[in-house]
């Protein structure tokens, strides 16, 4: 793969996630506040988390797509990584989303 296609594929990717979140937030409209902002997060930090696939290449990776499809086939060669990488990703975006939260929560009362 060129990185020119590497480039395209990644962008259709983003597009494509985009539109997943748009789907879940709407989806999750009827939801109360408090409960619909942590799952946009959770689902965002899961549909945009990249992660290593080969650091020879200096490849990446969607983090749930190498999560799943090794443990589909049972390859198991970077499912740890993805994992650790989703586990990062998602302890500073709801670190984020807290001080969010506690910044906002004073001004709302």
């Not at 793969?1 to 395209?8: F, K, R, S």
């Not at 060669?77 to 989703?86: G, I």
């Not at 586990?87 to 001004?107: N, S, T």
């Amino acid at each position: 793969m060129t990185e020119n296609d590497y480039l395209i594929a990644w962008s259709v990717y983003a597009f494509a996630a985009l539109g997943c979140l748009l789907v879940w937030f709407l989806m999750t409209r009827w939801m109360w506040r408090y409960l619909k902002e942590p799952l946009l997060v959770a689902v965002g930090v899961l549909l945009f988390t990249p992660t290593m696939v080969d650091p020879a290449k200096d490849a990446m990776a969607p983090a749930v797509a190498i999560t799943a499809l090794d443990l589909m086939f049972k390859v198991g060669s970077n499912v740890w990584t993805a994992v650790s990488d989703l586990a990062m990703y998602g302890m500073f975006a709801f670190a984020a989303y807290l001080l969010f939260v506690l910044i906002r929560w004073p001004i709302e009362r």
